[in-house]
């Protein structure tokens, strides 16, 4: 390190704590700039960047040390199950070679053992992958643009070519991206709350508050700081790096791994009794006459099958196929302009009910330019570059290019291109393509472009006049105001105060205008109609209207907007066109098919806002949608907002806080809702969002913060793919889930039967042998987890209903499908093992000596013909809705294609060139064929079952209900597979139906697999009964004190019932059945509304009883409590019978009585 430069301790001395004394200490700004080799004016010089990177290092934290392929392998050998295959896979080995000799007693156990290692090594190669592709995707997640000064020019570089010395410039919104020090800036603010736990703002200057702390926010103005500590070195890195920690798993992932769990035990306990089983078989049958090595080769290998079918049931490739999923699907989703920064945001966006969008550049091009208006009271009418529209009605405006014009003022023109040049932050920078291109708000850029056309240089008119107070722009206020030193055409003051922003807002302000001639008179009546007319006109044209005025002031301290009469002098307003985005009309159609209902929120007038509305295909008069602005938006009550939700489409005219508060009730009526933001104060309603988008073209770095995904072209299109991808990745677990357990059971069916069918009871009886459960399993969790959860979504997927929060991860039809193909599966096999051997020529030669059941050809046959039938099975597993064809979309899915292929040639080398290792025979070319033909069937079975009638596929049974009831009993983890609340998700959205968002008649809440056990509007011949079980109830165990408690229920129930004002509800109304008297949590809700009910009550008890629904899993008995009462204060008794059913693991009925 040079003798002149600072050393990186004492540089960051300044920042932790933040120390204005150190500042001094060292010089000064000047003096630590020049250190620096830097320039407060000019900044860095391009020769000194690399130096300054050289010594104090990059704008970068270390990567993490992410585990290499060997640790990765390592880890893996710690599991538990794998472990004890090696132990008994070892004492295989050591039996056999004491019993059968070194020729041949080593092939059991090393086979086990390289089977083994095969897992281990595929397992881990796809956690090593994974890791990399995390990494990428971390990589760009938090690589962005920030603007800084070199050699004089501001430029856009990534964050992470910061170095010490560089002039950046912050504007309101960013995050800091180093820690710097204070060269200039107007009304500074940061927000260091995250930094220090100290609410409030700190307000930056050069005095008290020099230091800015990286990762901390600039809350208002706009400011140009010193580069001090980056990286490593900073504030924000040195938190940073004691904080890491792993990356959390997703809900789906949590989910997926208790079902995981869950059916590993179903396997333990499954192997433990085979093996048991086996034992006592072995024992009784061979009594006294056991050989004591045979013996012992027999309980190893009875003990290595139980631990080889633990490790086949264990579905270690469902967490597996999620990260997968996830990992593949954000890499594609960055090819779609999608960034995901929380990856829980693609399961999420497949359950998307709603999305609040944000107009400008998300449904508009965002490509703004002038086009019409009145400036210094001249209409004008002119395409982006200054000549006439071709409309015919005005010209464009009488002003060359030097800025002159023959009836015009020339002060007044130059007064008027000034307010445009000064107040604005926009600028140009150079892009990484070298293009010189602007760099800000998109409407400030248009206003700059215009007066760009008449000979305007707005940097050079920067450069000649002084700032002397910035006020930027609030979105609550929606303008932005510059005081600067230069005098007002006639006034005598000496600073001019400019403003500009939503004409309508701003217009308010004016009472005085300019003439053309630059005199300034008052504004009268009939020429405000004028301008209130002009403003009509374009708000109607879909124009963004600005109001551009200003005034004489005597001080800068005040912003005199504020004021009860501000007194401006309106100069213009202009109309800025933004054009709709050309694909945004089928992507919002695409959404509505989907069932996703888009909503505008919008800040710009409510004319301008129904044009696009209509014009995009969200907003239609003739289904009664609605469009309201903020201001009337907030003072509605949560009441009123509830009963106009579903029919609002456009939120006009509205601030940060009403799309806050939109996203607020919107998520009360349980809908998953998707919202867009770019500004600083869009934080809170982007966090609040089920999933926030911000903006990655025109996004603040708040905004990108607070958002779950950023759209990187800012384009409504792209929010249409990520429910795409998210729907993918829920269907691909599903088929991975359907899959693997179809297999795991038709495993462990072939294993218990064939051993427990043998006279002898040998262990070499199995129908499929260890080596083979272990290749069995790889094609089910590694291979599988490839193939099925990297498959593209295709848009059939945006024809279904949004998946529900609580989406079972079977439907009923996938879960009775599944079934079939077990036990057909299960017959196909059995039938060929047992009597099989003459029609495929493996019977057992007379003079065979093997101590097994069946030829070892034949066993051969049958373990060919199970690992064909679960190949062909992948590809019926690709369809979840009934689709014949499986085959379709193939082409497109080549990573199931080669990984599928594989595992096919992979199979026939194991069959023909396995031999001992791995106990099998050749196969005849006669008995390949019958294995493929018999293994084909799965084809066959599946379509049979397509083919059913829905009544059978997805209708009512009864008795299903109740099985599942006692497996839930026994696994209640296997509850997140079943859901009986939800309808079957084969049925469409139709088009004019939920694709409106309840635009007809809400459906109501039912139950497919639950019996009909309390039927409504049927009450007399019930009641009887459910007295007689209410007064059972207590005589059963414990039924005093459960007793007790149900009569507090019924008691504040209907107490709430009566407090909250339900209609003419009567103390009498309820009762409460427990047949058991045990706790029970609600699983059911069934309505049944009277023909005279009105629309709104339709909608208010659909809204209760799907909230009851999915309050399901809650056994806590406040919850759904609450929701009772809920449901009794909007209906009479006259209008609504309400029954609930409880199922897991009791039921209990509420019955609204006459």
Known sequence: MGASKIPVKDLYGMVDPKSAEKLAELGGLDAIAKKLDSNTERGLSADKVDENRAIYGINKLPDVKFRSFIMLVWDALHDRTLIMLIIAACISLAVGMSTEGPELGWKDGVAVLVAVVLVVCINSGNDYQKEKQFRALNEAKNDHPVSVVRDGRTQRISIYDIVVGDIVVLQTGDIIPADGVFVSGEGVEADESSATGESGNVKKNADREPIFLSGTQIAAGNAKMLAICVGEQSFYGQVMLALRTPDEDTPLQEKLSRLADAIGNFGIIAAVFIFVIQMIKYFA?????????????????????????????????????????????????????????????????GGATTICSDKTGTLTQNKMAVVQGMALDKTFEQDRKGQPSGAGRAEPWPVDKQGQSQSLSTDAIKMFLDALALNSTAYRSENNEGEITFVGSKTETALLEFAELYGC???LRRSAVDIAKSFPFSSDMKRMSVVVKQSFLEGNEQLTFHTKGAAEVVLKMCDRYITPEGKIETMSDDKRQEYEKLLANLNEQALRAICIAARGVDSADKDITLDDKPNLVCMAIAGIQDPLRPEVRDAVRRCQEAGVVVRMVTGDALAIAKSIGKDCGLFDETKDHVCLEGPKFREMTPAQIQEILPKLRILARSSPTDKFKLVSALQERREVVAVTGDGVNDGPALKKADVGFSMGLTGTDAAKEASAIVLMDDNFASIVNAIKWGRGIFDNIRKFLQFQLTVNFVAIIIVFVSIMADPEGRVDSAAVKPVQLLWINIIMDSFAALALATELPTVELLKFKPYDRNEPLFTRFVQRRMCFQIVMQSITLLTILFAGARWFDSMKEPGNTEKTQFSRQHYTIVFNTFVFSSLFNQL???????????????TRHVVFVVVWIISVIIQILIVEFGGDFVEVSRLEPHQWGGCIVAAAFVFVWSTIFNLLPKSITTGDWPWWTSVLDAVARCLPCLKSCHNPDKHDEQNYVSDDQDSQGQDTEPVQAHDLDAPAAAATGHQGSNDAALKSQSEAAPSSTNGGRRGSEHDQLLSSSTQAAASSGAHAMHPAALRLLSPDGRSSSLSHVEVDIKPDASPQLRRALTLQSERMSLDAEARARHRWQQAVQDMLSVATVDEVDVSLLYIFPSRACLHALP
Not at 293 to 305: A, K, M, S, W
Not at 310 to 330: D, Q, R
Not at 876 to 890: D, Q, S, T, Y
């Open 876 to 890: 019926n597993c690709r369809k979840l809705r009934g689709e014949l064809n499986v085959f379709a979309g193939l």
């Open 285 to 349: 049958i061979n009594g006294s006459d056991l050989d004591g090595d045979e013996t012992g080769n027999n309980v190893v290998g009875f003990l290595v099958i139980a631990i080889s079918i633990v490790v086949v049931a264990v579905p270690e490739g469902l967490p597996l196929a999620v990260t997968i999923a996830l990992g593949y699907s954000s890499q594609h989703m960055m090819r779609d302009h999608n960034l995901v920064r929380h990856l829980e945001a693609c399961e999420t966006m």
């Open 457 to 459: 240089d707005f940097e």
